[in-house]
């Protein structure tokens, strides 16, 4: 495990606030980190998920924001 059964408080400001976060356009803040930006980085660290198929996901994403809201709501069904 990455972390194994805690989070020491370096490591999560290491975490929130790295270059690594924000080149895969992770980071929501550099104050903490989602559920999901935890997982995600944790795929990619452990080689689970690769840099490429993170950004797959995220162009695949981003043509379906219509509204640019980094949602997918009923909005973007209708634009």
């Known amino acids: 495990q990455q972390y194994g059964d805690g989070l020491m408080e370096d490591e999560l400001w290491e975490l929130a606030a790295s270059d ?5 356009d992770l980071s929501e ?3 903490y980190v989602t559920r999901d930006e935890f997982c995600l980085i944790t795929l ?9 198929d993170l950004k797959h996901c995220q ?18 069904l209708r634009a």
Do not use: C, I, P, W
């Open 29 to 31: 803040s550099d104050k």
């Open 59 to 76: 162009a695949a994403f981003d043509k379906l924001d219509l509204t640019r809201t980094r949602r997918l709501d009923y909005r973007d």
């Open 20 to 24: 690594e976060m924000a080149s895969l």
């Open 44 to 52: 990619v660290r452990m080689g689970k998920a690769s840099v490429e």
